[in-house]
């Protein structure tokens, strides 16, 4: 069984900073691209950003420039460093991965954190 638990969330004036984790642990074979994706009340869950094991990442048009995503191959773990916060950034952010659990197998599945809160007041 694999987990992904995700902190680093919080209430934050605009233009402040957060950083949040993420870290997988279980029956880990390998773990192929990690992102971020986040969803405010009402809407639907969006890609913020990607990381490849080879450390290439992507990230939505809305957050270049102020966000950074990192990780830690050795630790399962994956970062998001979000700067300049405002107020349209608020929700709840979501941790995925998506992950080998059989080394006979090349099946990546995907898993998901259970979210953490991000409030940014104006």
């Known amino acids: 069984q694999v987990q992904l638990v995700e902190s680093g969330g919080g209430l934050v004036q605009a233009g402040g900073s957060l950083k949040l984790s993420c870290t997988a642990s279980?029956?880990?074979?390998?773990?192929?691209?990690m992102d971020w994706y986040r969803q405010a009340p009402g809407t639907q869950r969006e890609l913020v950003a990607l990381?490849?094991?080879?450390?290439?990442?992507n990230y939505a048009d809305s957050v270049k420039g102020r966000f950074t995503i990192s990780r830690d191959n050795a630790k399962n773990t994956v970062y998001l460093q979000m700067n300049s916060l405002k107020p349209d950034d608020t929700g709840t952010y979501y941790c995925?991965?998506?992950?080998?659990?059989?080394?006979?197998?090349?099946?990546?599945?995907?898993?998901w954190g259970q979210g953490t809160q991000v409030t940014v007041s104006s």
């Open positions: 990381i490849t094991p080879g450390g290439y990442t």
């Open positions: 995925n991965a998506k992950i080998r659990i059989d080394g006979r197998s090349r099946t990546l599945a995907d898993y």
């Open positions: 279980g029956s880990i074979v390998n773990i192929d691209v």
